[in-house]
């Protein structure tokens, strides 16, 4: 044991020495600052923390090495190795090799060249989620400023290249803004990008915007002759607004060159936006359109665009006197589409597809050639609601249909249907005996209402406001709809279904037809009023199933399958057209003096109660046929089944009660699929009786009775599609390309899919219809028959070519004939579109960048039947 004065004279030496260290730490950090560091071994990873005062930095400094750290205490420096991380505040650094100066509050990073020489750990700054990536970086703490080299970071959908710049916080705006000098913009994502946009100047304010002073645009490092006084590129992550620059070019027909689709998009916020833009040309006409996209998440989502266009066609000439040289038109479209969410309202809907507008607007003003061939528009709006807890239901509806070749537009404005659902009054709940023929009794409801109206497109409208005569030829009405039926089973194998139906009709309206003999001619009188008809029949259908089997036991083929499904209806219908119920009239017709029955509502919307009575039976036979095989695949029955006929149909009508042409038409109808990309389709209407050479009308003799045939064709109809598509239940590797949803807003129709290797589609349509000439006093049969055809093929992962066009064997003439030819560029595109021949013969050449910012870089060579 050491003496106690030993004990204590040791003790105060070491007290002194760690005195001394403690002073000397205080004066090595003038500044105020005090530091704990702990040192370990080069395999553990380091950290330290710096506590600063209150007249030093505004927060704690942490840092970290997976290396090692050197502490040099006289220089007041700290050496961090391998990847380093520096976390200061919203502030954080990464790096291989980072040097902290205490002295002077800054740090600065850059990576450190491996065994094979390659730089790695590049500095890697972020602050407020904003990266930035340099070979070589420093930074004050303090001023928060900095100095970077060789920079690469991503702002918005570019990227900026700067050889050196400056970082620093505008105090005013609060603002990171970085300054540099031959700074370089591009969309292009590699390293050695395949163009770029050098500018001497350039300020960049990340996630706002990117401004520039003169620049030049390169590509593949090769100087354009493009040089821009000055840039501005949006670099913002969220919606923002913005200009939209107008496409230019010459049009023929409008007096020379144009500006169109220029305008401004306005981010109004997360649920909708509003893009308005517009057209000007030479000889004074113009265009204007205002688009809208919504959207409430598990609510709604839809878009919708106003259009018009006061078109000018050629050019006025002062010293002409012809008004035909110009045609003026004033010309709109509206397109809408809206969507609910299912979730939304539950037991309610509501939709919306509307296409409207002028005939000629498409073909003139549409820059997509699907749409300029458009020959009608069809609308719907509909809301619909069922009643829950109850059998009801209603659906109404908004719909317009036109022909966009002759002009002609009808409308339903508006269609409203009350259902109910069948339900059986006889049956009690809980009840185990709910099968006897009485509680099966069930029936149903139907009413419906109904205003259309039909006429031309421009005869719609009067000097801005709905033409009245157009409102008198309204038709509407009321329809109400009572099925009563049941279902009994007889024999085990017959099912009978006896019915009751009733319909009863309530219009506003009724016509009253008279003879003009001075036009020669029948005329129609509107009597309005409220007028109410109805008619009744019963029926009682007889169905069964049969199958039949006839073995082969031949290769792989076991056996073919042929089910049968007969079915015949006993129907009977009162005549409406007698007196009792004063449904019907008679006019005459011709100058001769022949009369014949017409119906008060054989114009109605529903049309009215028959004419003639019907005691028969309704009658059809369908067939099925499939082939049974063996199947390696199958490892439960080892067998497979293959459909040779999908469907083999017969149906036809007597009518016990009428005099004379009991029978009525025979149609047959059969398809099935072949190879399973192979669809037919065949439809038969046949007339079994003979015609007169007068008028063409059947009288009472069978073609068959004569052994000529079974009857006359009078219309015919053979459809087959064939779709080949070898990757359609594959999932195919997607491409490398840029995809961007903004492409197909701005830029509609310019969205090229890469991803399937090839498809093509066949289709062949043969129709045949049989009328009685006058001239020739016999039937005679028109055929007709198109072949269409469409498809792409992908030559390899970067070229891609799309084709369609369809031929008219009658007329012999090509119909809709279309190229397109896709090159993937990396962050260029280039396009092909042509139109060989027909009325819509052009072709368009472009080659553009792919990202929206920069979509309108391009280059167009084009010639249509609107350019020069």
Not at 194 to 215: E, M, N, R, V, W
């Amino acid at each position: 044991m050491f003496p106690k004065p030993v004990v204590k004279s040791f003790l105060r030496l070491v007290s002194f020495t760690l005195l001394l260290i403690i002073v000397g730490l205080v004066k090595g950090f003038s500044q105020g600052e005090t530091k704990k560091a702990v040192t370990k071994d080069s395999t553990k990873k380091t950290v330290d923390t710096i506590a600063i005062s209150k007249s030093g930095l505004q927060a704690e400094v942490k840092y970290s090495a997976k290396d090692s750290i050197i502490y040099a205490i006289e220089e007041k420096k700290v050496y961090l190795y391998g990847a380093a991380k520096i976390h200061y505040q919203d502030i954080d650094m990464l790096a291989d090799y980072v040097v902290i100066n205490w002295a002077t509050n800054e740090l600065t990073a850059e990576g450190r060249k491996d065994s094979t020489g390659k730089i790695k750990g590049t500095p890697v700054f972020t602050e407020k989620g904003q990266s930035y990536k340099a070979n070589k970086m420093a930074y004050n703490f303090k001023s928060k400023k900095g100095k970077v080299m060789d920079l690469h970071t991503a702002e918005g959908e570019g990227f900026i290249i700067v050889t050196k710049g400056k970082y620093f916080k505008e105090e005013d705006s609060g603002e990171n803004i970085i300054y540099a000098r031959d700074a370089k913009y591009t969309t292009c994502n590699l390293d050695s990008p395949h163009f770029y946009i050098q500018a001497a100047k350039l300020k960049l304010i990340p996630k706002d915007k990117i401004i520039t002073g003169s620049a030049i645009m390169y590509i593949q490092d090769v100087p354009m002759p493009l040089l821009l006084p000055f840039g501005f590129f949006p670099a913002k992550s969220r919606r923002s607004s913005g200009l939209i620059i107008p496409a230019y070019g010459e049009d023929a027909n409008r007096g020379g060159f144009f500006l169109r689709n220029g305008g401004y998009y306005f981010g109004l916020n997360d649920y909708y936006d509003l893009k308005l833009t517009g057209d000007i040309y030479a000889n004074g006409g113009w265009g204007a359109n205002a688009t809208t996209n919504y959207a409430k998440m598990y609510r709604f989502r839809g878009s919708l665009s106003l259009s018009y266009s006061n078109q000018i066609i050629g050019l006025e000439d002062v010293l002409s006197t012809d008004s035909r040289a110009v045609q003026k038109s004033q010309l709109y479209n509206i397109s809408w589409s809206h969507s609910q969410d299912g979730k939304a309202h539950p037991g309610s809907s509501f939709s919306a597809s509307v296409n409207a507008g002028s005939s000629k607007y498409q073909r003139n003003n549409s820059l997509d050639y699907t749409k300029r061939l458009e020959s009608s528009m069809n609308s719907n709006i509909s809301y619909n609601k069922t009643f829950i807890g109850t059998p009801f239901s209603l659906n109404s509806a908004l719909s317009h249909s036109q022909n966009t070749q002759t002009g002609d537009v009808s409308l339903t404005l508006p269609q409203v249907n009350l259902n109910m659902q069948r339900i059986f009054p006889f049956q009690t709940k809980n009840s185990l005996n709910n099968n006897t023929w009485f509680k099966k009794i069930g029936f149903s409801w139907n009413s419906s209402f109904q205003n259309t109206v039909n006429a031309k497109e421009n005869k719609l409208f009067v000097d801005g406001k709905p033409n009245d005569s157009v409102i008198k030829e309204m038709r509407n009405g009321v329809k109400h709809s009572l099925p009563i039926s049941t279902n009994i089973q007889i024999l085990k194998y017959f099912n009978l279904s006896p019915g009751f139906n009733y319909n009863g009709y309530l219009y506003f309206r009724r016509d009253i037809q008279n003879w003009d003999a001075a036009n020669k001619k029948i005329i129609y009188t509107p009597q309005r009023g409220i007028f109410y008809a109805n008619d009744y029949s019963t029926s009682a259908n007889l169905s069964t199933v049969a199958y039949g089997t006839y073995r082969i036991n031949t290769g792989n083929f076991m056996a073919v399958r042929h089910t049968v499904t007969p079915n015949v209806n006993f129907r009977y219908t009162p005549d409406f057209s007698t007196t009792q119920y004063n449904y019907y009239n008679t006019v005459q017709y011709d100058t001769l003096g022949h009369t014949r029955k017409y119906s008060y509502y054989e114009k109605g919307i529903y049309g009215g109660p028959g004419q003639g009575k019907f005691g028969g039976i309704d009658f059809s036979l369908g067939n099925v046929l499939e082939l049974k095989m063996k199947s390696a695949k199958d490892t439960v029955t080892h067998t497979k089944k293959v459909k040779l006929l999908d469907g083999f149909n017969i149906s036809s009508s007597y009518n016990f009660l009428k005099d004379t042409l009991k029978f009525s038409n025979f149609n047959i109808s059969a398809y099935t699929t072949l190879f399973n990309n192979i669809n037919v389709n065949a439809n038969c209407n046949i007339d079994p009786y003979k015609a007169n050479n007068i008028n063409g009308q059947d009288y009472n003799k069978f073609i068959l009775e004569d052994k000529q045939s079974l009857g006359r064709i009078t219309s015919a109809s053979l459809t087959t599609s064939a779709g080949l598509n070898p990757a359609a239940n594959k999932k195919e590797k997607e491409m490398s390309k840029y995809i961007d949803p903004r492409i197909r807003y701005f830029y509609p129709g310019t969205y090229v899919d890469y991803t399937i290797p090839w498809n093509l589609s066949l289709n062949y349509s043969l129709n045949y219809n049989s009328s009685f000439s006058f001239i020739d006093k016999k039937n005679i049969g028109a055929i007709n028959q198109t072949v269409s055809m469409s498809g792409a093929v992908q030559l390899t992962p970067y070229w891609k070519i799309d084709f369609r066009g369809g031929y008219d064997i009658k007329n012999k003439s090509f119909t809709a004939p279309e190229v397109k030819v896709y090159r993937d560029l990396h962050c260029w595109e280039m396009r092909f579109t042509w139109v060989p021949f027909g009325a819509f013969k052009s072709y368009l050449f472009t080659v553009q960048i792919k990202a929206p910012s920069l979509h309108d870089l391009k280059y167009d060579k084009k010639k249509d039947n609107r350019t020069y």
